[in-house]
């Protein structure tokens, strides 16, 4: 049976693209961007207070710095965020053409490393690629351009995620509703053999259809929790596949999560406003808000980037 959750609105943020919940330890707050209103946001729970920091491109991504600050991944490239005082330093440029390629979802990997997939604008093509930064350098992890992985390109790069041992990262495809799952050596950083993890549908015409997979988070006993754009609801998937749990959430473009609070058993979810129509957004006028919901497992912390 699948276990049944019910999200709620923590915060009515009106995001046009809401994405990268990622919570911090040390602050107990919820850091997230909005992507399409090029901001970094810092959200308390205990106040309902936000914070948001403009930023001169699109962020897609961000992690939190071993030695303060953020790590955070630009249109245009590579930056550490300072919150308490605003600083933006850039690390390295993008490694693609931005007039039709933007940095996507991303996170921390156990040795301090942080990823950021790219998305391919146009969606006409698996051209987007997985690209590492290692302590200020970064490379390519794996793609088109990666000798042996030449089909391992994506549309639009998502649901990043590592398994509990090092040896898996997980990685969705959005437009192609799929989720792969590669071998992942964490000492040196290298991504191996691409499987698929899970196939959803993709007929949108029928009524079964519940969304495509998009941000994830790994939890304490390795399930991977995968966000379904435009399916109002995050699914529970065990390490095998099988969908052992649902949350449901009031908002149909639902992009992310993060495990938070002090037990970590708190599921922030991102949604976005980004494309509804208007009648999506009469009845459901809190799209685009921060929504969360008490879960039975906890998630995990995030590792911190290290320079």
Known sequence: MVRQYQAELAFDARAKLAECPLWSVAEQMLYWVDISSHTINRFDPETKQNQAWAMPCEPGCIGIAANRGLVA?????????YPENGELKKIADAPYDTSNM?????????????????????RTAALAEMYCLDKGKARLGWGVG?????????????GLGFGLDGKTVYQSDTPNHVVYR??????????????IFVKRPDDKTQASYDGRPDGAAVDSEGCYWSAQYEG????????????????????????????????LRTMYITTARDGASVDELVAQSTA???????????????????D
Do not use: Q
């Open 182 to 195: 590669f071998t992942f050596d964490v000492e040196t950083g290298r991504a191996g053999a691409r499987e």
């Open 102 to 122: 933007r940095f996507n979802d991303g996170r921390c990997d156990a040795a301090g490393r942080f990823w950021a997939g790219a998305m391919y604008e146009p």
């Open 73 to 81: 991944a630009l249109r245009d490239g590579w930056y550490r965020f």
């Open 232 to 263: 109002s609801c995050v699914l529970r998937f065990s390490p095998i596949g099988e969908i052992v749990a649902k949350v449901n959430v009031p908002a149909k473009r639902t992009t992310m999560l993060a495990f938070g609070g002090a037990d």
């Open 288 to 306: 685009g808000g921060i929504f969360a919901c008490r879960v039975d497992v906890a998630g995990r912390a995030e590792p911190h980037y290290v």
């Open 146 to 158: 990666v000798e042996n992985s030449r089909n391992y390109g994506v549309k639009v790069s998502n």
